[in-house]
C-alpha cells in the first residue's frame, strides 16, 4: 500500500515539473515575438513598413485678389462749427435741432438796428458828397470854355480841377465806407455754409452771442466718407489702389448688402506706434446707412495674384526651418518641400514652390516621412461650401477674404485635424 502511494507522488512531480518547462517556453517565444513586431513598427514606412494613411488634395491655379479687412469710422466730409462775427443779440432763430438744411439757408438773424443805421449814415454822406462832386464838374467845365474866350486865367481852371479830383475822392470814401457798413450788417445774418444737417441748437432769441461761441454744427452726410488703417506691409499696394480709386466696401451690422465707395486718399505719414497708413473711401450716403462716428468693416482689394497656385491651408506645417509641406507623386511618394506663404484666404493659402496639379497631403502629415510611401484614405470628406471671409491675418489685423467665383470647386475638401 505505501509503495503503491509512493508511486502517485513521483507521478504527480513529473507532471508539474513538465508543465513548468512548457509554460517557461511559451513566454520566451511569445516575448521574442512582440520584440519583432515592435522592431517592424519601429522602421516605418521609409524601412519598407506599412505606408501612412493620408488624405490628399490637388493644388490649382486661380487669381488670388489680396484684401485687405479692418475696422474703420465713417467722418463728415465737411463738418463746421458756426459762429457770430460780432458779439450781438440773437433775434431771431430759423433751423430745428437735427434739420437737413441747404447751403446759403438762413440759420440765425442778429439785431441789426445799429448796422442799419451806420448804413443808412453812409450812403447819406455819399449822396451828399456826390452831388458836390457833380457841381464842381459843371464849375470846371464853365471855366475850361471862359478860359477859351479869354475871359479868366487858366489857373482859376486849374484850381477848379482841384477841388473836383479831391471830390471825387470823397465820393470813393463814401462808397468803400457804404460797402463796409454793409458787410458789417451782414454779419447780422447766419447762413449755413454747406448742405448737411444741423446738430443741437442751445441759442433762442434774445441770448447774447460772441465770435468765441459756436451756435450750431452743420455736418455734410452725402457723399460721407469711410476712415481706415491698413498696414504698411500693403503701402504700395494702397498707393496703386488709390491711383485707380479702387473699390472699396463697408459692412455694417444687420445690413445684408455692403456698401460700395471708392478709394480716394492715403495719408503721407505711417503711424510708426502701430505700424499702419490711414486710407480714406467716400461713399454715396443719400439713406444715411453711414453715420459720423460710426464702426463699421471696410475691405479692399489691393492688388491681383495672378495664376497663383492655391492649396488647402492645412497642408501647410510650420517647422524650425520655415513652412513646407508634403507633396506625394504618382507611385506614392512623399517628398518634403519648402513652400513660401503669399497670401492667406479662407481655409486656402496661395503658395510658392508648388505646381498646380500636384497632390499635397492635408491630413495624416505626422505619420509620414521623406521619401516613405502613402496610402490615400478611402473615406471622402464633406463638400466645402464657398469660403466664407477667412481668419484674421498676421499682419496689422488685416482679414483674407475669399474672392467671389475665384474658388475652385475641384480642390478636395479638408476634414479637421483630430
Known amino acids: 500500500m505505501k509503495k503503491n502511494v509512493a508511486v502517485a507522488l513521483a507521478g504527480v512531480l513529473i507532471v508539474a515539473v513538465a508543465g513548468g518547462w512548457w509554460s517557461m517556453s511559451g513566454d520566451k517565444l511569445a516575448a521574442k515575438n512582440a520584440k519583432s513586431t515592435t522592431a517592424a513598427g519601429n522602421a516605418g514606412p521609409a524601412g519598407g513598413g506599412a505606408a501612412a494613411l493620408v488624405t490628399l488634395a490637388t493644388a490649382e491655379k486661380q487669381d488670388v485678389p489680396v484684401t485687405v479687412q479692418v475696422n474703420g469710422s465713417v467722418v463728415s466730409l465737411n463738418s463746421v462749427d458756426l459762429r457770430p462775427q460780432v458779439t450781438n443779440t440773437v433775434s431771431g432763430v430759423h433751423v430745428k435741432e437735427g434739420q437737413f438744411v441747404k447751403a446759403g439757408q438762413l440759420l440765425f438773424t442778429l439785431d441789426d438796428r445799429n448796422d442799419q443805421a451806420n448804413l443808412a449814415r453812409a450812403r447819406a454822406q455819399q449822396q451828399k458828397d456826390e452831388a458836390t462832386m457833380a457841381d464842381l464838374e459843371r464849375q470846371y467845365k464853365r471855366s475850361q470854355d471862359l478860359v477859351a474866350q479869354n475871359f479868366i486865367a487858366k489857373s482859376a481852371a486849374d484850381a477848379t480841377l ?31 455754409p454747406i448742405a448737411g444737417r444741423i446738430g443741437a441748437v442751445n441759442i433762442y432769441p434774445g441770448t447774447l452771442v460772441q465770435p468765441t461761441l459756436s451756435l450750431v454744427t452743420v455736418t455734410q452726410l452725402d457723399p460721407i466718407a469711410v476712415s481706415f488703417p491698413v498696414p504698411e506691409g500693403n503701402l504700395q499696394d494702397l498707393l496703386e489702389a488709390a491711383r485707380s480709386q479702387a473699390r ?171
Open 162 to 192: 482841384s477841388q473836383l479830383e479831391a471830390q471825387r475822392a470823397a465820393v470813393a470814401a463814401d462808397r468803400a465806407a457804404v460797402q463796409s457798413a454793409q458787410v458789417a450788417l451782414g454779419y447780422a445774418t447766419l447762413r449755413a
Open 248 to 418: 472699396v466696401e463697408a459692412l455694417i451690422t444687420g445690413r445684408k448688402e455692403p456698401l460700395v465707395g471708392s478709394l480716394n486718399f492715403v495719408d503721407n505719414t505711417v503711424d510708426p506706434l502701430i505700424g499702419t497708413v490711414r486710407a480714406k473711401a467716400v461713399f454715396a450716403n443719400a439713406d444715411q446707412g453711414l453715420w459720423p462716428g460710426q464702426f463699421v468693416g471696410t475691405r479692399i482689394t489691393v492688388r491681383l495674384l495672378n495664376g497663383a497656385t492655391v492649396v488647402p491651408a492645412a497642408a501647410l506645417m510650420m517647422l524650425s526651418d520655415g513652412t513646407s509641406l508634403y507633396v506625394v507623386d504618382q507611385a506614392k511618394t512623399a517628398t518634403r518641400r519648402k513652400v513660401k506663404t503669399l497670401h492667406t484666404f479662407g481655409t486656402k493659402v496661395a503658395v510658392s514652390g508648388v505646381e498646380p496639379g500636384e497632390q499635397v497631403v492635408i491630413e495624416g502629415s505626422q505619420n509620414v516621412r521623406p521619401g516613405g510611401k502613402v496610402r490615400v484614405d478611402a473615406k471622402s470628406a464633406p463638400a466645402n461650401p464657398a469660403d466664407p471671409a477667412g481668419p484674421a491675418s498676421a499682419s496689422g489685423g488685416t482679414t483674407g477674404i475669399t474672392p467671389g467665383g475665384a474658388a475652385s470647386s475641384d480642390i478636395k475638401p479638408v476634414r479637421e485635424r483630430a
